[in-house]
């Protein structure tokens, strides 16, 4: 029987298997996981924002901007013996959640946090897999370390795995 280890908005946890780490209510929020499937360990990261709009927001790198999840992640990865070279990466969330008045020029927060997971990757070097993202709806994530599997729950939706 797997463990359960929960992940509220703004963190990120680390586990290897068997543990599942589970992430609910992502609306614009993006839920970000790295595996290293050879070590059975992953990262779950519920972000909340693309990146700090004011200076005193940058004092604290946290999992809360979506720009500083994957290097924070990757660094706990690799202490817990995890190797950079085999990590893979899911995302899904980023839904736009509110009405098109809501967004800027360059997209609602739904989108400008999933483009920041993706440039936060590529920096990193880390390849995307899978994902579900987008769409005007939240998502709940379950991330079982032992496969790398992600069951990806949404009312009225069907379970998608990514």
């Not at 992502?26 to 996981?33: M, P, Q």
């Not at 736009?96 to 809501?102: A, D, G, I, S, V």
């Not at 997209?107 to 999933?114: D, K, L, M, S, T």
């Amino acid at each position: 029987m797997s463990r359960i280890i929960s992940v509220g908005i703004s963190e990120f946890r680390v586990a290897s298997a068997p543990v599942v780490l589970m992430t609910y209510g992502l609306g614009s929020c993006v839920g970000i996981a790295l595996y290293d499937p050879l070590m059975q360990t992953g990262a779950l990261a519920h972000t909340l924002l693309p990146a700090p709009v004011r200076e005193s927001d940058a004092i604290d790198r946290t999992a809360k901007f979506t720009c500083w999840a994957v290097e924070l992640m990757v660094e706990a990865l690799i202490n817990s013996g995890c190797a950079a070279e085999r990590l893979v990466a899911k995302l899904a969330g980023g839904a736009t959640m509110f009405e098109p008045q809501q967004r800027t020029t360059h997209g609602g927060i739904g989108e400008r946090n999933v483009a920041s997971a993706r440039a936060a990757l590529e920096r990193s070097g880390i390849p995307l897999v899978a994902e579900d993202t987008g769409d005007d709806y939240g998502r709940s994530l379950e991330f079982n370390t032992a496969t790398g599997i992600i069951m990806v729950r949404a009312l009225q939706k069907p379970i998608k795995q990514i």
